[in-house]
């Protein structure tokens, strides 16, 4: 008995996919090799490459900012009339001349000046007051705000803060990869891509991590992109 052979059509869609699929493994392939990531998984942390950016510790005037995003681990002190929202929770922190206040894997806003946090507002899954704990019952972080601006005098950001940029008039000094230092008087400094610690504290700004550009306008003219 004589089989039909199979059609030509059939055979070049054959051809197609089996072409295909090789193309689909070799980018594969090219991508974790130049790459090192894995293109599965639904959180992979943005940390800057060392090799491809510059390593900064600076300790300067505070700015006004706003940062939005995930943070490991977020200290707040101060004294305020103002109250912290955890949950279905609602803590006074008047009754104290020092409220301290951790934010652990905490996602949302964190906005301040020299003076105040006027805006904190997101979801933790744990969040300690003046010692007291509180960890989330189930895989849903907690609700967290402030009600009204907090009087701060320490603020810190572990791990995770996020600056797009930030362009503003300070003072103070920048290293830059600890060889280079400049000191700023009343100059215009513009940061770009920064990530790392951010700590203000006895109005104090400092950061410590990895930026991809820096400019200085003013008493001195400086540029510097990794």
């Known amino acids: 008995m004589e089989y039909p052979e199979e059609p030509i059509h059939k055979k070049h869609r054959t051809k197609i996919i089996v072409f295909g699929i090789f193309?689909?493994?070799?980018?594969?392939?090219?991508?974790?090799?130049?790459?090192?990531?894995?293109?599965?998984?639904?959180?992979?942390?943005?940390?800057?490459?060392?090799?491809?950016?510059?390593?900064?510790?600076?300790?300067?005037?505070?700015?006004v900012l706003s940062l939005d995003g995930k943070f490991?681990?977020?200290?707040?002190?101060?004294?305020?009339?103002?109250?912290?929202?955890?949950?279905?929770?609602?803590?006074?922190?008047?009754?104290?001349?020092?409220?301290?206040?951790?934010?652990?894997?905490y996602e949302g806003v964190i906005s301040f000046d020299e003076k105040v946090i006027s805006n904190l507002k997101g979801n933790a899954m744990r969040v300690s007051v003046n010692g007291v704990p509180m960890i989330s019952k189930s895989d849903n972080k907690m609700k967290i705000y402030f009600d009204t601006d907090f009087n701060y005098n320490v603020l810190e950001i572990k791990e995770?803060?996020?600056?797009?940029?930030?362009?503003?008039?300070?003072?103070?000094?920048?290293?830059?990869?600890?060889?280079?230092?400049?000191?700023?008087?009343?100059?215009?400094?513009?940061?770009?891509?920064?990530?790392?610690?951010?700590?203000?504290e006895n109005k104090h700004f400092k950061l410590n991590g990895y930026l991809k550009s820096l400019n200085v306008k003013g008493n001195q003219q400086i540029s510097i992109s990794a």
Do not use: R
């Open 23 to 63: 193309l689909i493994i070799l980018f594969v392939l090219v991508y974790t090799s130049f790459y090192g990531l894995p293109l599965t998984g639904s959180i992979i942390k943005s940390n800057p490459d060392p090799n491809n950016s510059i390593f900064i510790s600076a300790d300067l005037t505070v700015p």
């Open 72 to 105: 490991e681990k977020v200290n707040i002190g101060g004294s305020s009339e103002s109250f912290l929202y955890v949950g279905d929770k609602k803590f006074p922190l008047s009754n104290s001349e020092e409220n301290y206040i951790v934010l652990t894997d």
């Open 160 to 200: 995770g803060a996020s600056i797009k940029k930030l362009d503003y008039e300070t003072s103070g000094t920048v290293k830059l990869d600890e060889k280079t230092t400049i000191d700023l008087e009343e100059d215009n400094l513009i940061i770009e891509k920064f990530y790392g610690d951010v700590k203000i």
